[in-house]
């Protein structure tokens, strides 16, 4: 598997950009002509992850969210959304349906829809150092032999 494009981005952890962070992983992936459910799956994750970075990692009090896609010569694509923040304690306990840090207005479905909607999740923290999620994807028409450009 090799990679035949990638991007990075960083912007401040606010809720105002997450839809700036969907958009952007979303416009990137265009490139392997995602069907509508695939890009929308893409998207929901992409979501979940930053919104995890906004309220949990920097407790909405601001910080940097790192975001690394590529793109494989396979068709699949990689996604990585990072940050700086507080981290994960217990990872396999953070990722069970409805645990959540977040209080009585989360949900705790934040890592089961990301699973959900990505072929592989997976996760890794440090207590102060931060959390990164990495995300994987394989987009039906490059799986079929349909290799990206």
């Known amino acids: ?27 990137f992936v265009l490139s392997l002509d995602p069907t509508i459910a695939e890009l929308s799956d893409i998207k929901t994750a ?22 690394n896609a ?12 990072r940050d700086k923040g507080c981290g ?24 089961a829809v990301m699973q959900s909607f990505m072929d592989r999740v997976q996760v890794r923290s440090a207590v102060l150092k931060g959390t990164t999620v990495t995300m994987e994807k394989a987009i039906i028409r490059c799986a079929k032999n349909e290799r990206p450009q």
């Open 1 to 27: 598997m090799n990679i035949v494009n990638e991007m990075n981005l960083n912007f401040e952890a606010k809720s105002i950009n997450e839809s700036f962070a969907r958009s952007a992983v979303s416009s």
């Open 46 to 67: 992409v979501s979940e992850a930053v919104t995890n970075c906004i309220v949990h990692a920097y407790g909405y009090q601001g910080g940097t969210i790192y975001i």
């Open 70 to 81: 590529r793109i494989t010569d396979t068709g699949r694509i990689i996604i990585k959304v």
């Open 88 to 111: 994960i304690p217990d990872v396999k306990q953070a990722m069970e349906p409805l645990y959540t840090t977040g209080g009585e207005e989360r949900a705790g479905l934040g890592f």
